[in-house]
């Protein structure tokens, strides 16, 4: 089905809050197949961005997420590095501001590397992953940017995430595993109890 994707993520794969790519993906789909879905953390965004995203999606109905290769990667959580693995508690799917907070679901762990200060991330909630991934006819792509005007069409940056769709002349880099995602597709997720933390001010 991936083959064919109308919308999806581009996700920089690699070792992550001192975890490998194989102990991530071994974990996750372990997570997934007893819990019918799980949630992959990524960097936050702001939530111009959030609600920018949600729009594009509003009119799929599948939604996969490529992740690449992860050659050459680094761990954000190194030794050494500012940032640190954290287990998030509490996640709420990004429906809006106001979509309620649940604790983490029993036998889902989302360590994810936080900077100082920090205290949300996003995640994609995944419903199936995908690996090792057969060899395809990789399409050229478009990637969304709201700072730069919406659909582009010049290569796609080697990070972060990014919303993206075939189309343009600059074909999709290798990838190493691909998630199907389940609705609302993305949610966000925090270390921190929700009736007494302080919220991150996502500013654009």
Not at 19 to 29: A, F, G, V
Not at 159 to 181: C, D
């Amino acid at each position: 089905m991936y083959k064919d994707f109308k919308i999806g993520f581009w996700h920089p794969f690699g070792p992550h809050g001192r975890e490998t790519t194989q102990e991530i993906l071994n974990r996750k789909r372990k997570e997934s197949d007893n819990n019918g879905w799980t949630l992959w953390s990524f960097q936050r965004r702001t939530q111009a961005t959030l609600d920018c995203w949600q729009r594009e999606l509003a009119s799929v109905e599948q939604v996969f997420v490529f992740c690449s290769d992860g050659q050459g990667a680094v761990d954000p959580a190194r030794d050494g590095n500012g940032s640190q693995p954290l287990d998030c508690k509490y996640y709420r799917f990004a429906e809006g501001s106001a979509a309620p907070w649940h604790p983490m679901p029993p036998g889902v762990r989302v360590p994810h590397p936080f900077r100082p200060g920090q205290t949300e991330a996003l995640a994609f909630v995944v419903q199936q992953i995908t690996y090792p991934v057969e060899s395809f006819d990789r399409p050229a792509l478009e990637w969304f940017s709201r700072t730069q005007g919406g659909w582009r069409q010049r290569p796609l940056p080697t990070r972060p995430e990014y919303l993206i769709r075939p189309g343009g002349t600059f074909p999709m880099r290798k990838v190493s595993a691909v998630l199907q995602l389940k609705p609302p597709y993305l949610s966000v997720v925090t270390i921190e109890t929700p009736n007494s933390r302080t919220y991150d001010q996502w500013t654009a």
